[in-house]
């Protein structure tokens, strides 16, 4: 019986909602919001990934997107029953628009819309060929001179970027450049990825030895290939590279390794880019409609300048370039940082015999590995998750349905909770000088994450080396070098043989500067983070991920990047937004962000 009230007084919320829609009485459906209420958008209404705030917000949208979307049969999804709890009925939906379908979900309370997520799930007639659609593959018959699989794919590699162009380039063949090669292969969008290192996955492999995915194998998955079920819950990274060549190959992708990308111009009147790329000694130019940056946010190192550093004897690398601790066994090393890489650096080296000193210049936020798992992941990403019916695009699509304007208020109960379970622990740093923070309002590691894209680290074992006193832990800055090692603030010298700066990276719009020119960059303005005016994210608050997945100021242009999760997740929005401009539908978008930080 409370299953029947709730599927029939949410339908009706719906057929009421879609009549308004429908009918284009904005009036009627902005009072259907909260005031206090939140719509999120992945594509289907602003081809764009917006939030909008409020009845006004809505009101406004709708007044530029609603006579072009067209929206109708708005259901609740099949197989789906709506639940109640602390007076929020939540329910999954499913929609159509003139051009596409839609799944959402929305989340009602007093009788009105308090959360709506809606995302493009295919586009009408151009749907991706699966399930009752997949390809046929074999050729029955007879046929004289007919191709094989292998010759036409021959063919293809052969002539596309030479007698035939790309519709889309995609410069970085790391996770997010597979990931949306395989969406746009799969919707049939002419694709090369550039990528300069030997092998897909290298980017994977040539990182120190000891590092792991610190996020769990359900997080991970890519598209259309999920990890096989005794896969580790935390990959290893050579591991991840295999799997990634792998999936390069069995997905058919077009993917030029030992190709550098060498300049990009864009022609404004034939809507074009020109991108001159060096493919392994010879150069070609090829002439993209779009060209995707996806050389990842953790990729343009950030390497300081502190002087004495040309006078110092020893070795000095950045972390991106750390070539593992073998060969510094006895010697002294100091890692400048305190974040995820300088932790598992300076565990790695301690392990292999090394006297390794961790400089802290700043606080960093720490959650347990475990702790994480069972009360920050655990109800979306986790065995017990998918036992529950929680798939991984479920999940994505919870995670996606919580606006960020609000997404802190949720979180910070979640790290109030770690703290507490693990104060013994918390003690142990302390009292061993360690700087410890929970994020500008205790919201923790994702709000961080999302903000800033650093600060923390998921501890999976040198916070007890720092407690114990195995690693050296310095507090201060890094005023020079001299010949022999490091010199803080504090007038503390520290012996080094071998100095790794664990400095983290800055904004993908540098890639953009090295290829376009600084002028391109400052049009296209800072990537990642959300205006939230908390540390390292500076307002005004913009809602969305500033640049990523999504329409920038430079036509043509594309960001995409991010972790595992981001890369399968956004590639889809992404990939729907590049098909519909080559198949020339009209994308009206709303809400394109403007430009408030350059870098």
């Known amino acids: 019986m409370l299953d029947s009230t709730a599927i029939d007084h949410t339908q009706a919320f719906l057929d009421e909602f879609g009549k308004a829609l429908e009918s284009g009485d904005i009036d009627r459906a902005k009072s259907m919001f909260l005031d206090d209420s939140y719509w999120r958008d992945l594509v ?60 959402g979900l929305v989340r009602l309370k007093e009788g009105k819309i308090w959360t709506l997520l809606t995302t493009m799930s295919e586009l009408k007639g151009l749907e991706e060929p699966k399930g009752f659609a997949r390809p046929l593959g074999a050729k029955h018959g007879a046929g004289k001179n007919r191709t094989t699989w292998k010759e036409e794919r021959e063919t293809e590699e052969a002539e ?30 002419p694709t090369i990825i550039v990528e300069r290192n030997d092998r897909p996955g290298d980017s994977w492999r040539k990182r120190y030895k000891s590092l792991c995915l610190h996020d769990p194998v359900w997080y991970d998955h890519l598209p259309y290939i999920k990890f096989p079920e005794n896969w580790p819950v935390f990959s290893p990274k050579d591991k991840i590279g295999d799997w990634l060549e792998m999936y390069t190959k069995v997905m058919e992708l077009n993917y030029w390794t030992r190709t550098t990308a060498k300049s990009a111009t864009y022609d404004e009147k034939a809507k074009e880019w020109t991108v001159t790329v060096d493919r392994e000694g010879e150069e070609v130019v090829l002439k993209p409609k779009q060209l995707v940056m996806a050389t990842g946010m953790s990729g343009k190192k950030r390497m300081p300048e502190f002087p004495g550093m040309d006078q110092f004897r020893g070795v000095q690398q950045h972390s991106s370039e750390h070539d593992g601790p073998d060969k510094w066994k006895g010697k002294k090393v100091v890692v400048v940082g305190s974040n995820n890489s300088a932790h598992d650096i300076c565990a790695a080296l301690w392990e292999h015999d090394a006297d390794v000193t961790m400089v802290q210049r700043s606080s960093t936020h720490i959650v347990r590995s475990d702790t994480l798992m069972d009360v920050g992941l655990g109800a979306l990403y986790s065995e017990e998750a998918v036992a529950n019916g929680i798939t991984t695009e479920k999940a994505d699509l919870i995670f996606a349905s919580l606006p960020y304007r609000i997404l802190h208020e949720f979180q910070i109960p979640a790290y109030a909770e770690m703290k507490k379970r693990d104060a013994d622990f918390y003690a142990g740093l302390e009292k061993a000088g360690f700087w410890l923070d929970w994020g500008d309002d205790d919201s923790g590691l994702f709000m961080k994450y999302l903000r800033r894209g650093s600060g923390y680290y998921i501890d999976i074992g040198a916070s007890q080396l720092i407690i114990d006193g195995e690693i050296k832990l310095e507090r201060g800055q890094v005023v020079e070098l001299d010949s022999t090692g490091v010199i803080l603030d504090n007038g503390k010298h520290l012996d080094a043989d071998l100095v790794v700066y664990a400095t983290g990276y800055n904004s993908m719009n540098g890639w953009v500067a090295d290829l376009m020119g600084q002028d391109m960059a400052d049009r ?25 997945w999504k329409p920038t100021q430079v036509e043509g242009l594309w960001m995409h990047g991010g972790n595992l999760h981001q890369s399968r997740h956004y590639s889809q929005f992404l990939s729907l937004q590049l098909k519909a401009r080559m198949e020339g539908l009209s994308t009206p978008v709303y809400g394109l962000q403007p430009v408030h930080h350059l870098s």
């Open 160 to 189: 596309l970027g030479y007698s035939k162009q790309p519709y889309c380039l995609i410069i970085g063949g790391g996770q997010g450049g597979i990931a949306l090669g395989a969406r746009l292969r799969q919707l049939g969008v």
């Open 524 to 548: 296209l303005g800072k990537c990642w983070g959300l205006g939230s005016d908390t540390t390292k994210d500076p307002g005004p608050w913009e809602g969305e991920q500033r640049n990523m």
């Open 44 to 103: 289907t209404f602003t081809w764009n990934i917006k939030t909008v705030e409020g009845p006004s917000g809505v009101e406004d949208m709708l007044k530029h997107q609603l006579a072009t979307t067209k929206p109708a049969n708005w259901q609740i999804a099949d197989g789906e029953v709506p639940t109640e709890e602390d007076g929020v009925t939540t329910a999954w939906i499913t929609f159509e628009t003139e051009l596409a379908r839609g799944y």
